[in-house]
DNA sequence: GAATGCGGGCTTC
DNA sequence: GAAGCCCGCATTC
């Protein structure tokens, strides 16, 4: 069967171009713009697209394909990717990941396969007031991991412990990765998504493994590692050594595939590990040129994550048409999510949503056959939550459509204490850095996302009602609304409420003449919503009160969550009611008529966050990390 | 001490 | 048999 992705295959070559214009968001706004996070790991090109069909190798074929184009090394790729990497790529003979990967052994020389360590987290979750998280590496070593667990939180104010968050990205196990070194290419592959956020770069690993040394011995340690990524050097092994230990390899191989064991293995010279200084540092510079999409749809690929490096002209060269890959996402009604893929419109044209670019992909990557959602009943069809094989593969979500890719696997378990527990602390260790954050899915773990799923709820509602029912509707409500808190009034705000949420929510919002409008700035690729009405009486801005998000439902009912999800609603659930809101602090009207509130940011100027705690919910005046993150 | 790779052996499916 | 995992060993830094 030939693969559906093959059909476009015309189009990988440019598909680079779109991979270069969401890095730079990545790289610059990773915090307040995780949706572009989504995008860059959904983004990818196929390593050896071009023309070439013979591509569609898997890192067990007997026979794999020699190939003339390479990828950029990637330290951080996640999902069902492959990648083809020069023989000559340092970071690549390393066998090198941003991933605490370790070796796990799978009897053939030829492969090397790594599963994912984790991450270590604190086990209070907490963060710093640049929103910041504590993320170490697990060490690779298992008795230095074990050593690590249990260990204080490195943040001074915090008495947290540090726990290992295992990966379970690759069917309920570790994410794996397999490197296959041939002699024209590394040969790299990935199975799974991670669940758990990034861990600390290796080279800040190392430094701070270092420092602690230092400190341990006295100040006379001498610290040689200076080079870019702060990784220390490692001294590269003789050409003898390496010449010697390979030809010991293959003498120890099969020479006459007596054993079963070698009955695979060949006479070519096994991995030979090259040691290099590590280099851990941004896929892209910086100082890439952001591209505005345009509103057409390309295709993508799950197999890489990387663009090439060869065979592909300048980016100016590449035309407009193809910047619109930023809106595929799932249909997890449909059908598995690893074998389909929907490209979404643009939210102000999704009118006439035709969701039927599919991308098949066979299991060859091997995608979790059991890892289906299983929210068929789930109403918000613009919430699509991201899952393996959409994030390996290529469903860019980004602020425009916000279709449900989550910045980041937010433990909702520990929301909470975000929230009670933020304050500015002071990071004492170099393993605080910003959270690297991976897209994340509530059906396959235990997460939910009331957020992204209002925001779909929201985009689902605007489908189905159009801007004229809507106007019409406020409109009565406005000429009816001299007493706000009519009966009459609530109901119909509740009935323009394109959301539908709780009533004992929606009639605390802020006015009876809420009004949600919404816009895409593509310059930047904000999703922002907008949103007008009258702000005279401040007592009705306020918002749901403790009594009412006590009244919320307790189930997943709203969540999307399935039923079997250990996930309950969060208890200050009056958090993502609020992204639709306009919140008090800045409910004045803009210059334009209406006050805008920002989705894809979390300007404490614009939302209104309220901490649960013990049973007690009180404002925040300080922005609150962002559940996604 | 830790990272990394190799490989024997065990278990599960 | 494939895959996951544990463990010990060796090498290197
Ligand atoms: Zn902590
Ligand atoms: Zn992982």
Request: aromatic residues 10%; glycine residues 6%.
């Amino acid at each position: 069967m030939v693969r559906q992705l093959d059909k476009f295959s015309t189009y990988s070559s440019q598909l680079p171009f779109i991979w270069v214009a969401f890095e730079y968001y990545f790289l610059k706004k990773e915090n307040e713009h995780f949706f572009f996070l989504c995008l860059f790991v959904g983004m990818c090109s196929k390593t050896t697209s071009t023309s070439t069909t013979n591509m569609d190798w898997d890192i067990n074929d007997s026979n794999i394909p020699k190939v003339t184009h390479y990828d950029h090394f990637n330290d951080w790729v996640d999902g069902h990717v492959r990648l083809v990497y020069r023989p000559d790529c340092e970071e690549a003979r390393r066998h090198g990941s941003g991933w605490a990967m370790r070796n796990t052994n799978n009897h053939n020389v030829q492969i090397l396969k790594k599963s994912c360590l984790g991450v270590l987290l604190c086990s209070n979750r907490c963060i710093l007031d640049t929103g910041e998280q504590v993320h170490l590496r697990p060490a690779i070593c298992d008795k230095a991991r074990k050593k690590q667990q249990g260990k204080p939180c490195p943040n001074r104010r915090c008495n947290g412990r540090l726990e290992i968050i295992a990966c379970r990205g690759h069917c309920g196990y570790p994410v794996t990765h397999f490197w296959r070194h041939t002699e024209h290419a590394v040969f790299f592959q990935s199975k799974g998504v991670h669940d758990h956020p990034r861990p600390e770069a290796k080279s800040t690993a190392e430094q701070r493994r270092l420092r602690g040394a230092a400190a341990s011995l006295g100040a006379g340690l001498h610290q040689h590692s200076t080079s870019a990524g702060g990784s220390g050097h490692r001294r590269p092994r003789g050409l003898a050594l390496l010449l010697s230990r390979s030809q010991q390899k293959v003498n120890k191989m099969v020479a006459g595939h007596s054993s079963k064991r070698d009955k695979n293995k060949g006479a070519a010279m096994a991995i030979v590990k090259d040691e290099f200084p590590v280099q851990v540092s941004p896929a892209f510079p910086m100082m890439m040129t952001p591209v505005e999409p345009a509103p057409m749809a390309a295709p993508t690929d799950y197999n890489h994550q990387g663009h090439m490096d060869e065979g592909y002209p300048p980016i100016a060269a590449y035309p407009t048409e193809v910047h619109d890959a930023s809106l595929y996402y799932h249909n997890h009604h449909a059908h598995n999510h690893h074998q389909q893929q929907h490209v979404m419109p643009d939210p102000s044209s999704m009118m006439d949503s035709s969701y039927n670019l599919t991308c098949d992909y066979n299991n060859a990557a091997g995608y979790c056959q059991t890892d289906v959602h299983q929210a068929n009943s789930y109403p918000y069809q613009h919430y699509a939550p991201a899952s393996a094989p959409s994030i390996a593969g290529a469903p860019p979500c980004d602020a425009q459509s916000s279709s449900g890719y989550y910045g980041s696997p937010s433990d909702h378990h520990h929301q909470q204490h975000h929230y009670t527990t933020h304050q500015p602390m002071t990071d004492n260790s170099s393993s605080v850095s910003p959270l690297i954050t991976t897209p994340y899915d509530c059906y396959s773990s235990s997460h939910d996302h009331l957020e992204l799923k209002y925001q779909a709820a929201f985009v689902d509602a605007l489908e189905s009602q159009t801007n004229t029912s809507m106007e019409t509707a406020v409109t009565e409500v406005s000429a009816t609304s001299n007493n706000s808190s009519s009966t009459t009034t609530n109901d119909m705000v509740v009935n323009v409420d394109p959301l539908q949420i709780n009533a004992n929510l929606v009639q605390q919002m802020p006015t009876p003449e809420f009004q949600y409008e919404y816009e895409t700035n593509y310059s930047n690729n904000e999703w922002t919503m907008t949103t007008s009405g009258h702000y005279t009486n401040a007592a009705n801005h306020s918002y749901p009160t403790a009594a009412a998000v006590e009244a919320y439902p307790t189930d997943n009912s709203l969540t999307g969550c399935t039923s079997d999800s250990d996930i309950s609603v969060l208890p200050n659930y009056c958090f993502a009611a609020c992204v639709f809101t306009t919140p008090p602090a800045s409910s004045e009207p803009a210059s334009s008529g209406g006050a805008k509130v920002e989705i894809g940011t979390y300007s404490p100027a614009t939302r209104h966050f309220e901490s649960y705690d013990s049973g007690h919910y009180q404002t925040l005046n300080e922005e609150p990390l962002h559940p996604a993150l």
